[in-house]
């Protein structure tokens, strides 16, 4: 069946969904570097980095969107398209990680930044951990490393989702959210590592946005969904049910705990968003989500952090809302830079590559 949404053109609702997230996964490393005082959504923040689960979700479905009618079957469609996913990722994340290592990381020794930089530069960091979920330099490159194994992967996903039944698809979302939900009440049973930064249960949810994509192109999103107000409310119930589990359970620490309810709705989301068919035609909109990728990758070196400490320090201002806005200032000039010089040396790399 052919796919039934636009190749060619962005929507609104998934570039809003993109800022959405990585404002919420900023206000967590706020409240947690800063510790940003945010009223009545204290809770919702303070396990904020569940936010990765919808970025792995939505990037699932937006790989889907964009290659789905892509020959991957062949080595030259699947040359251009791992050059173009690593042109995108390897030189912004490649810098930031050199500038981490030079400059800011005064804590790991030189030969134990030799040891640890050949897994880093292949970026396979999340498959090792030191017992608390994390690489040893730098934790904060897991999810480009989970990113980049999921891409490894794609082309053989897409072309078996492209060849499944409805039944199946329905079928893998619903043990894949078992998995999910079940995994990390048991880690924490056990007093085990999270399942956090784990690179399989990144490429389950990942995958999960590429079989709720494919499954829309066989159930089409219905009416009572596809429209913006189903898409706010739904925002507006993941915000509620997790500051109420949070509230209830009391568990600030380890996010994943609330899978059992967060994916659910997230899933739930991204099918509505695929409904909705409005482009993106604010070119605001468009640039600030594209700069988001980078937005994350300032957040690893703790720029947004360093700056507005610094800035108020220096300034003698007091108050926590204003540390913030200085970090989000900070943060949003960092990842424009960022972003031109990523795209720069991405450019070369693909001239490089062809």
């Known amino acids: 069946m052919e796919i039934y949404f636009p190749m060619k053109k962005r929507l609104l609702s998934f570039d809003i969904f993109r800022i959405l997230i990585v404002f919420i996964v900023f206000c967590f490393h706020a409240k947690l570097n800063m510790n940003t005082e945010f009223g009545i959504l204290a809770d919702f923040f303070a396990i904020g980095n569940f936010a990765m689960i919808p970025f792995f979700v939505l990037s699932g479905a937006l790989l889907y969107i964009s290659s789905s009618h892509k020959d991957l079957h062949n080595i030259d469609g699947i040359k251009r398209f791992y050059i173009r996913r690593l042109s995108v990722i390897m030189p912004g994340y490649l810098l930031l990680y050199i500038v981490w290592s030079i400059f800011l990381d005064n804590i790991t020794t030189p030969i134990n930044k030799v040891w640890s930089a050949p897994p880093q530069l292949l970026g396979i960091q999340s ?54 939900a079940y995994s990390p009440i048991m880690c924490y049973h056990f007093s085990i590592e999270s399942i956090y930064s784990n690179a399989f249960f990144a490429i389950l949810q990942f995958y999960m946005g590429v079989l709720i994509t494919s499954l829309s192109e066989d ?9 913006w ?45 695929l409904g909705i068919k409005t482009n993106t035609r604010s070119k605001v909109t468009v640039f600030i989500s594209d700069i988001s990728f980078e937005v994350y990758l300032v957040q690893c070196i703790s720029l947004p952090w360093y700056v507005a400490q610094y800035v108020s320090k220096v300034l003698g201002l007091t108050g926590s809302m204003i540390c913030f806005a200085i970090s989000i200032v900070a943060g949003v000039i960092g990842a424009i830079i960022l972003h031109y010089v990523n795209k720069g040396m991405g450019l070369l790399l693909k001239k490089a590559c062809n």
């Open 127 to 180: 498959v090792y951990h030191n017992g608390q979920g994390y690489y040893p330099q730098n934790p904060g490159t897991w999810f480009i490393s989970c990113i980049l194994i999921c891409y490894l992967i794609y082309p053989y996903l897409q072309e078996i989702t492209k060849q499944m039944k409805l039944k199946t698809k329905v079928i893998l979302l619903l043990v894949f959210y078992v998995i999910l």
């Open 229 to 273: 107000i189903a898409f706010v409310l739904e925002w507006l119930v993941l915000v509620a049910v997790t500051t109420l589990a949070v509230g209830f359970v009391g568990i600030r620490d380890n996010s994943t705990i609330y899978n059992i309810v967060i994916i659910p709705i997230v899933c739930l989301i991204v099918y509505t968003a």
């Open 219 to 227: 159930v089409k999103v219905p009416k009572v969904l596809s429209n």
